[in-house]
């Protein structure tokens, strides 16, 4: 397993995130997809997933299974994040995106509230005055 200041630094010099298998075994991530998939259907019917023809979005995940729960509080991740943002963080969603055959690429963009910053974004620390890394 990486340590976490490796995983940090893999998310803001590389693509901006990081696998960490350690966070579920293959049994609990085939239980995540099947769970986002059963919920994806359950939504469209009420008008709720679709994005485009393409792309769906699941939303609120934390609220509708354990196994969700799990991953946003899993050790490692709660560390890797608190040495980006700070203990003083909170989680303000949690969401699946489902690509369909002939989606596109999203892109590089910074969700709310930040939404509104302009390029060129903070390279690290990420929206942060100061580092964060003296949690170790």
Do not use: C
Not at 56 to 74: A, N, P, S, T
Not at 75 to 98: N, Q, R, Y
Not at 117 to 132: D, G, I, L, T
């Amino acid at each position: 397993m990486k340590d976490v200041a490796n995983l940090v630094d893999e998310i803001i010099a590389g693509k901006g995130y990081v696998l960490i298998p350690e966070v579920l075994n293959p049994t609990q991530a085939q239980e995540a997809r099947s769970l986002v998939l059963q919920l994806a259907e359950k939504e469209k019917l009420q008008g709720k997933v679709l994005l485009d023809e393409q792309r769906e979005r699941v939303y609120g995940l934390v609220y509708k299974g354990e196994i969700f729960e799990l991953m946003v509080q899993h050790p490692m991740a709660i560390a890797v994040i608190e040495a980006i943002l700070g203990k003083d963080m909170t989680l303000g969603g949690f969401s699946a995106h489902i690509l369909n055959p002939g989606a596109t690429k999203m892109g590089v963009h910074v969700d709310y509230p930040y939404w509104i910053m302009k390029p060129p974004f903070p390279a690290y620390p990420v929206m942060e005055s100061k580092p964060a890394l003296d949690i170790f």
